[in-house]
């Protein structure tokens, strides 16, 4: 008999009521008694689980009745209506076999395991309601973001992982090297000479595409990466991972305002799908003690969708900082980084929705943003949401050569390694501009998961790096 997935038996119910087809997954439950047994099983395609009656004149009953929880089994039976509330259908049994077993130690039993163990058991929790909830999610919202760009004339572009070159200048890179530490010899001047090593030269992971999608989009018009993207910065935090996704949409002939507007409609098509697509996992998520959300966050996701986002500068958002009663751990004087509790006050308490804070000081953004007249401020621009804080940084780009090199001249970086992008400026330049967004962060946003160490399957943080 063919097997079907329980996401196409559910959404065809009617079509399959009276049938006999195959189910194949893992035993969440079974519950025997006398003359039949209730069996819960799922098979990680959708929200909902197959209730599953066996009676007990079936073959095999006595191995099925006593089944533990955790094992993969493959059975045979008739779609009837569902009896139970809450349900549409379930099925009679007529037959079925194991094939998988497990013994008492499974980990995953029936009873509520906290987040901080299945996180050391990351091999199996995909088996879990919550991860298959959050994994389905992560999927739709990885589909949504093709077909958002595509869409839109944005052409895919994967950016290089390896790269001699720091494109955030901010020297939180990891190292790639075929050298042991021994192995390196030292020049005249006491430096490591990279030049024996497999690229002849020091290399590293990529914190960003940007830098080569901004070679593209001054080629191809329009162009977006999503990739991994790697970085060393020692933040043991709930928002930060070594190893993350970004995407990376570049944009020419655009100044800060197309970047912030793309942006907000970037922001608003994934929330929309994930309502269309991922209602009952949402619902799900959304009513667990330990997402940082309201029960009824859907509506106010929903909201979100229609709302046009707030934008205002850096300086008018010290301002509201300083005009507020808040207690900050943190200074707020002009010039000052925002720090979390910053963002999460202005999206949170001041402003209760996201917002979009442009023209930040350039002490503390990045050597390629374009720099205002006034000599202080770059044209940057960070997209802040409730709950998370910044989902987004972006800006237009310093398309100026001689701007541009004397900037990173001030910050002291090596010209030569960035000739080609400074080639950019020189031949055939053009305002452009883009944004990156941590894709694990619009997980959060959306299914109010408030760890990202739980949105993404295998994560890498400062001392850990298993499975
Ligand atoms: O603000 P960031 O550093 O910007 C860039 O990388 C630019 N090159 C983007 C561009 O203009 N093309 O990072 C962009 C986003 C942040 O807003 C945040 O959501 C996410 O990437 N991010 C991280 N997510 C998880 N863990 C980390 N360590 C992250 N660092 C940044
Ligand atoms: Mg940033």
Redesign the pocket.
């Known amino acids: 008999m063919k097997r079907i997935i329980l996401k196409n038996l559910f959404a065809q119910a009617n079509e399959f009521t009276g049938k006999e087809v195959n189910v194949k997954g893992w035993v969440r439950s079974v519950r025997k008694s006398k003359a039949f047994s209730f069996i819960v099983l799922s098979d990680g395609s959708s929200q909902d689980l197959l209730q599953i009656i066996a009676d007990d004149n079936i073959d095999n009953y006595e191995t099925l009745s006593t089944m533990l929880t955790g094992t993969c089994v493959s059975i045979n039976g008739k779609v009837v209506e569902s009896q139970g509330k809450g349900q549409t259908i379930e099925m009679q049994a007529t037959g079925g076999e194991i094939i998988g077993e497990v013994d008492e130690s499974y980990p995953l039993q029936k009873k509520g395991t906290s987040l901080e163990h299945l996180r050391e058991i990351a091999h199996l929790r995909a088996r879990t309601n919550l991860f298959g909830a959050v994994f389905r999610v992560r999927h739709e919202l990885a589909q949504a973001t093709h077909r958002f760009f595509s869409d839109r004339g944005f052409f895919y572009l994967n950016s290089p992982i390896v790269t001699n070159v720091d494109?955030?200048g901010?020297g939180e890179m990891f190292n790639v090297s075929t050298i042991s530490k021994e192995g390196f010899k030292k020049d005249d001047k006491g430096e490591i000479d990279f030049s024996n090593d497999y690229f002849g030269k020091e290399t590293s992971l990529c914190?960003?595409?940007?830098l080569e999608?901004e070679c593209h989009a001054l080629g191809l018009g329009a162009v977006y990466t999503f990739g991994p993207?790697f970085?060393s910065?020692n933040?043991n935090t709930k928002?930060?991972?070594?190893e993350?996704w970004?995407i990376?949409?570049?944009l020419a002939f655009a100044d800060l305002d197309d970047v912030a507007d793309l942006a907000a409609d970037y922001i608003k098509y994934l929330i929309d799908h994930a309502l269309k697509h991922c209602d009952k996992e949402l619902k799900f998520m959304h009513s667990l003690p330990f997402t940082d959300v309201e029960k009824n966050y859907r509506d106010t996701l929903k909201g979100v969708v229609e709302s046009k986002f707030k934008k205002i500068t850096y300086t008018e958002a010290i301002d509201i900082l300083n005009a507020s009663k808040e207690k900050f751990e943190f200074p707020t004087n002009w010039g000052d980084e925002l720090q979390t509790e910053h963002e999460k006050y202005l999206t949170d308490k001041h402003f209760k929705s996201p917002v979009i804070v442009t023209d930040y000081p350039k002490g503390f953004k990045?050597f390629y943003m374009k720099q205002n007249e006034d000599g202080k401020t770059v044209r940057a621009m960070?997209?802040l949401v409730p709950g998370i804080g910044?989902?987004?940084?972006?800006?237009q780009r310093e398309e100026s050569l001689e701007k541009l090199e004397a900037r990173m001249k001030e910050l002291d970086m090596d010209l030569e390694n960035y000739w080609w992008y400074l080639e950019l400026r020189k031949f055939g330049s053009a305002p452009h501009?883009?944004?990156?967004?941590?894709f694990?962060?619009?997980i959060m946003y959306i299914t109010g998961m408030s760890n990202?160490r739980d949105v993404i399957a295998f994560p890498r943080t400062p001392g850990n790096c298993d499975f």
Do not use: C, K, Y
């Not at 914190?207 to 940007?210: A, D, E, I, K, L």
């Not at 928002?239 to 070594?242: G, I, S, T, V």
């Open positions: 494109g955030e901010a914190v960003t595409g940007q999608a993207t970085r910065e933040s928002r930060h991972l070594a993350f970004m990376e949409p570049e990045a960070d997209v910044e989902l987004i940084g972006g800006s501009g883009g944004f990156g967004l941590g694990e962060r619009a990202i």
